[in-house]
Every structure is written in C-alpha cells, then in structure tokens.
C-alpha cells in the first residue's frame, strides 16, 4: 500500500489512479493526519506528499506529522511536498520570481532509480509560486529547469525525494515513469492489487464484522447502491435486506425498473416503502438548496430508523458511498464551509445505534463499475449515469411543487431518450434536466404565452471533481429542445448550460 497525504493539490486523486493503474492500492489522507491512522497498516511501503495550494514558510501551512520523517519508509513529495521536505530538513523556500505554469523543459541529472529509464531532457507539467533557494544538508540536486535551479532532490540514505513538477498529469509526458520508479524501485511495491482481490479481500472482511447479524441497505438503484448491495449479497445472501425509498423525486418508471431488476436477487428482502407524502410535506415551502438537503437527508435516516426497528437484528446499514464522495468531503481545500452536503456521506446520527458498512469506500467509480461487472450485474445497471440521492429535489430549483416535478420527469426522461438514440448517453457523465424557478414569456401560435424554462445540463468527467460541458452536436440539442417544447404542457424556453465545474457545480443545487 502506498499513502498519499493531502495538502489540497487538484491533482491529488490523480497520483492515487495512476498509482492504482499500475495494481497497487493506495489511500489518501488528509496531510496532517496523525501517524497512528496509518501505520497501523502493516504493508505500507511509501508515502507521497501532494501538492498544495499554500505556501511552506506562512504560519497556516499545513504539516505532516513530523514523525513521518523517522518511520524509515520512502517518500516522495510533489511541488508543495518537496517544499515541505526542504523546509523540514533546514533548506529555504521562498517566493520565486519567476511562477512556472504549464509544460517546462526539465534536465534530468542521475538519480538513484527515480529517473531510471528517463531522458536527460523531459517535458514536465510545473505549477508553482515558490522554489528552493537553499537545499537541505544531505539533499542532491536530481533535475533543473531554467527558472528553478532545484526542481528534483532526493536523499538516498533517507530514502526521501521531492520533484517541483507535477508527474501525476497527463501533460507530464514520462511522468508516469517517475510514479512507477517510485512505487516499484523505490518502494519495492507488488502489483497484487486488482478489483478481483478486492472483492475476495472485502467479502472476508464484512462476513467477519458482520457475523450472524443482518445488514440494512439503502438501495437506491444507482450504480453504487446497487454494486454495493450484490456484493453484501454475494457476501451474506438472507442476512442482508435492502430498502428502496420511493420519495417521487425519482426518475420517470425508476420504481418499477428497481422492482424488476432487484425482486429476482433479493425477493423478499426488497422492502420499497412509499414515502412521497412525507417527502412532499416536508419539502413545501423550502427553498434553501441546503434546507432541502437536510431535510431529505433526515427523513431517509427516519425511515430507515424505522425500518430497522420493524427488522430484527440489524445492526448494520450499507451504503453505496465511493472514493470521490469521501475525498471530496475531507478536502474541501482547507476551507470550513462544506460546498453541498451529499446526504449519504457524513456518518450517521449519534442517536442511530447502528454501524455503517461502506464496501466502496476506496473505490473510484469505475472501479465500481468494473466490481458490478465482476459481481454479475447487468450493463443496464453498471452503466447508469450517477443521480443524486435528494433527486429532483435539487434540480427543481425553489420550491418543489408536483406541477414543476411532472414537467423536469418528462423533461429529463426525453433527454435521457435522445442522448441515448444519439448514441452518446455511455459517452457522457451526467446528462440532465433542470427547471429554473421562473417563468420567461413565449408565443405558441399566435398567443403570448408564460410559463417555464428548462435547462439542458451534460457533462464530462472523470470523477465528479471537475467536469466539462459537453459540445454536443446542434441537431441533438435542437431535437432535445424541440420535444421538451412541444411534448411538455408548461414549457416554452430550453437553455443549455456551458459552465464548467470548477467553478460551476455539476449539479445546480
Ligand atoms: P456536484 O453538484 O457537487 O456533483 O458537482 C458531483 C456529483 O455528485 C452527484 N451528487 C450527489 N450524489 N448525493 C449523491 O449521491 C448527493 O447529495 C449528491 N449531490 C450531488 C452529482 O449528481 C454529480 O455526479
């Protein structure tokens, strides 16, 4: 296993994928985390340190635990983590003169196996505001560009490396070479990890924690509740009972696509409970995108609270939570205020005696969906988009009232219909609608009308942590509108939304 500890470098996820690439498990960690979360793990063969958006020398610089440096496991710092290094061991950092942003031209000098196999001149991706004036006693200098003297050091005795570059992004041309020195010469890691021996690991792990009590799962349909909960089955088979709460706010025919796909795998233990009123009730007059995030969050952790009660012996709840949610919620970038709270990542209220069982923690989403394939699940179901679990709630922007849900249903499954006709629905990450909370002033015939508008959202992602609009061809999107229009009673104006995430969000709530 290697460790990368997180500073709040944008690229952090993405040493952990090319580390998982090459069938070797890695973790990542908040950056000052204490040693005792980690060492525990006793196959831990090196540690990374990302990059980061702050400077080493001001006082709110976020540190590893100082005992890392002692553990004699190899490290490797990136940008903000070589800095670190620098800075530990007595060197200096300062504001550079001269920022490098983009590719630069690197020389490589000899290194002990970081650079084995590379050329003494490399195109590397650099984004950085400070630089090494001064190295650390014991340091080497391993690479230069022509603005920074020192944009490699490693110390051989150590065992401990930093590079000022980025080799973890694409643009990095043999910067995937660097990672693989570090983790397979470096580190002396083994590729035994795959999605194969996961699930064997997992199923050993929760049969134990589990023993003869039930499992309660909050089975949504989507790609990860659904993984998740044949994977328990595979794991415990009648010990585990899933709960589908139909609250409306759903996919048009999502109920009926669950019963059918899930009565055959869990029979009776498919509980679906019908909870629109209670949704509907709660929701009426909220228009706070976060009020309604926790509203619906709680009336899930009520139902499920009751459910449980009615069940017995469970003392267990499994959910579909994956990588990104969790990273994404410890790393909102050193900031206090959570961006949206996802109702399904945070834990359980303390009142609620029960264990959270979270399969998919560690997993990307398409390593999930390579594990549903893995676990016989079909296409239909592996390949969904990912829908929010608050649902329409929070794309019915303002209040949710039943007439602006039955417009977005039937808005959205026509998208849904003709992204798929045109081929592209696997293509994209998320292709949606949204209906505003207002209403814009058309002609039908030769009469005004006024009545509301819908938002075209398709995106493009890797993992939800940054997303492209996606430049679909102008005759889809025209059929797209011209159906929602002329289809949908209450419509007049469809508008397509051309933001990115970051800054936008993929969803609008
Ligand atoms: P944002 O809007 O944060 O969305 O860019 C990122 C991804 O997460 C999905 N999403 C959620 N999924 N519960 C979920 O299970 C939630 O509360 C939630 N909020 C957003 C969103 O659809 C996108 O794929």
Redesign the pocket.
């Known amino acids: 296993m290697i460790l990368i500890l997180d500073f709040g470098s944008q690229y952090t996820q993405l040493i952990a994928r090319c580390i998982r690439e090459e069938n070797v498990y890695c973790e990542v960690y908040l950056g000052n985390k204490h040693i005792e979360c980690f060492t525990k793990f006793e196959n831990l063969k090196g540690l990374i340190l990302s990059g980061g958006y702050n400077s080493v020398y001001l006082k709110n610089a976020m540190w590893p635990d100082s005992r890392i440096w002692n553990l004699g496991i190899p490290i490797l710092g990136v940008c903000y983590g070589m800095q670190l290094i620098a800075k530990y061991f007595g060197g200096k950092v300062d504001l550079s003169k001269c920022r490098e942003f983009g590719v630069a031209n690197v020389n490589i000098k000899n290194s002990n196996y970081l650079f084995d196999g590379l050329h003494s001149n490399e195109i590397l991706w650099m984004s950085h505001n400070d630089k090494i004036s001064e190295i650390p006693k014991g340091f080497k200098v391993i690479a230069s560009t022509n603005n920074s003297p020192c944009a490699a050091i490693e110390n051989t005795m150590k065992k401990i490396y930093g590079v000022q570059f980025h080799p973890e992004v694409k643009h990095s041309i043999n910067g995937k070479k660097i990672l693989q020195n570090f983790i397979f010469k470096i580190c002396n890691s083994n590729r035994d990890w795959t999605v194969k021996s996961y699930i064997i690991d997992e199923i050993k792990k929760i049969r134990k924690q589990v023993g003869k009590n039930n499992v309660l799962c909050a089975l949504?349909g989507?790609v990860?509740s659904s993984v998740a909960a044949a994977m328990l089955n595979k794991a415990i088979g009648k010990h585990l009972f899933c709960v589908y709460v139909d609250h409306g706010l759903q996919r048009l025919g999502e109920t009926e696509r669950v019963l059918k796909i899930f009565r055959r795998m869990f029979g009776r233990n498919l509980i679906i409970v019908n909870a629109k009123k209670i949704f509907f009730s709660k929701l009426r007059g909220i228009v706070d995108p976060e009020c309604k995030?926790k509203i619906i969050g709680s009336i899930f952790i009520e139902i499920f609270n009751k459910e449980i009660k009615k069940l017995k012996k469970i003392n267990f709840l499994l959910q579909g939570t994956i990588y990104?949610?969790v990273i994404?919620s410890i790393c909102i970038k050193g900031s206090k205020v959570p961006?949206?709270?996802?109702?399904?990542?945070g834990g359980l209220p303390k009142r609620m005696r029960i264990k959270l069982i979270e399969p998919l923690k560690f997993l990307f989403k398409d390593e999930v969906r390579i594990l549903g394939k893995e676990l016989g699940l079909s296409a239909e179901i592996i390949n969904r988009q990912?829908?929010?679990?608050?649902g329409f709630a929070?794309r019915i922007l303002g209040e949710v009232t039943k007439i602006k849900l039955n417009i977005l249903k039937k808005a959205d499954s026509i998208i849904t219909e003709e992204i798929r006709n045109a081929d592209f629905y696997e293509k994209v990450?998320?292709s949606f609608a949204i209906i505003l909370p207002i209403k814009t002033v058309g002609v039908m015939g030769d009469a005004r009308t006024y009545e509301h508008v819908i938002v075209i959202r398709i995106v493009n992602?890797e993992d939800?942590m940054t997303?492209n609009w996606v430049k679909l061809p102008y005759e889809i999107l025209n059929k797209m509108s011209s159906r929602i229009i002329n289809e949908i009673k209450g419509v007049n104006r469809v508008v397509y939304d051309i933001s990115n995430?970051p800054p936008?969000?993929?969803?609008?709530e």
Request: glycine share 6%.
């Open positions: 949504s989507g990860d995030r990104s949610d994404e961006i949206k709270s996802h109702h399904n990542v990912p829908f929010p679990g608050p929070i990450w998320q992602s939800a997303a995430k936008s969000t993929i969803e609008w």
